[in-house]
């Protein structure tokens, strides 16, 4: 099973920016699907964006497009997430996801995904 952790979040002002780191370990090296659900108190769990570490493919949620950057480091095993102009609305617990299996155009289409490896979750909070 494929280990996952995220680090970074915190709380911000609407307006303000957040960058969240994710690693994966735990395979053979290889290039695979990363990306970040959200869940808020109440609601249901959101895939928020995906990347594919070998050739950079992403894919976002329309809640999140033009705000949300998710970028992979130069190991293909590291991805962050540039969150700006967050809103209250982003609030919520974020976490890093992966997926050994996924070829590229499954992780950039937006499919139904259900990862293969989870991180702990780390926490968004955006006050007005």
């Known amino acids: 099973q494929v280990h996952v952790v995220e680090s970074g979040g915190g709380s911000v002002q609407a307006g303000g920016s957040l960058t969240l780191s994710c690693a994966a370990s735990?395979?053979?090296?290889?290039?695979?699907?990363m990306g970040w659900f959200r869940q808020a108190p109440g609601k249901e769990r959101e895939g928020v964006a995906r990347?594919?570490?070998?050739?950079?493919?992403?894919y976002y949620a329309d809640s999140v497009k033009g705000r949300f950057t998710i970028s992979r480091g130069n190991a293909k095993n590291t991805v962050y997430l540039q969150m700006n102009s967050l809103k209250p609305e982003d609030t919520a617990m974020y976490y890093c996801?992966?997926?050994?299996?996924?070829?590229?155009?499954?992780?950039?289409?937006?499919?139904?995904?259900?990862?293969?490896?989870w991180g702990q979750g780390t926490q968004v909070t955006v006050s007005s």
């Open positions: 996801a992966a997926d050994v299996s996924l070829t590229d155009g499954y992780c950039s289409g937006g499919y139904p995904w259900l990862p293969n490896g």
């Open positions: 735990g395979y053979t090296y290889r290039s695979i699907c």
């Open positions: 990347i594919y570490t070998g050739g950079g493919s992403t």
